[in-house]
């Protein structure tokens, strides 16, 4: 292999990092083949000895998005750790991707739940609020009538968006628990995975 | 040699030889894989690790007639890790060490034979 064939290929393996993560790993083995040649070796021989790109690539980018994703769990971030993990072989995709959708399937599922607490609490005290200017507009509305049926509603309403904020709080700290289980699942096997080759 | 043994010792090396001097990668990748098989390849992305948790400074310097070259430097806080590392990894060796011993002195009568003609076989 050439220079430029090992790192065209090591580039492509890149994919998705910054561009001075990128440079910078680029430029470490751009380096060595210079010096590789200085010393009288031929591009083949130096690729060969450093060993497969393509694999090089994997690896880096998978320690260095895992390593970001520790830093700032932000949603994309671990997406993209999870995902440069699964190409490094180590997800089995029935086994451990299967169930790890399924758990981010359920937050999906809280999260909406904790959510829509939130709106019709919002909406039946707005409702309540608004009535008079409702009915205005949209007659056939069935509409609570008296006082005292009125403010049991906009209570309600109060009471459904009270526990509908403490189900968003909730649910921010789980999920923010989650993103770092999930970082602290990849760094365990990307230290196995470092071990092992 | 084993390769999970070479993973693991290829930390405390590059630590180790840039302790002793700056060097510049390729250089470094030469002098290790002179005396460890490995795939050269594999070094850079560990001087890359240990730089980023604080072990090594990177400079770079210019070299007559070629590009000019990314030197490594041992920190403060590198020069701690290796104290440590070699020294865990002295205490660890003297035990193995202790141990093979006593696998050859032939302490045999605690296993019995029958394990004590297997091990024999293999070596």
Known sequence: MTEKQFLTILKKNLKGLDEEDRDEILSDYAEHFSLGRESGKSESDISDSLGDPAQIGRNSRAELLVEQAGKESVAGNVFKAVMASFSLGFFNIVFILGPYLGLVGLMIGLWATAVSLVLSGLATSLFVIFKPIITLFFPYISDPDGFALSLAFFLAGIALLAIGSLAVIGMIKLTKIFYIGTVKYLQSNLKIIKRSR | ?123
């Open chain 2, 1 to 123: 040699m084993n390769i999970q043994f070479k993973k693991g010792v290829l930390e405390i090396c590059v630590l180790s030889l840039i302790y002793g001097r700056d060097y510049y990668g390729y250089e470094l990748v030469q002098e290790i894989s002179e005396n460890i098989n490995i795939s050269e390849g594999s070094i850079y992305p560990l001087l890359r690790r240990l730089s980023k948790e604080g072990f090594f400074e990177t400079y770079l310097k210019e070299s007559p007639g070629g590009p000019p070259r990314k030197y490594y430097k041992i920190t403060g806080q590198g020069k701690t890790r290796t104290e440590n590392l070699k020294e865990e990894w002295n205490q660890f060796t003297d035990q193995v060490k202790i141990l093979l011993q006593k696998d050859i002195s032939g302490d045999a009568q605690h296993r019995g034979p029958d394990i004590s003609r297997q091990k024999g076989e293999k070596s």
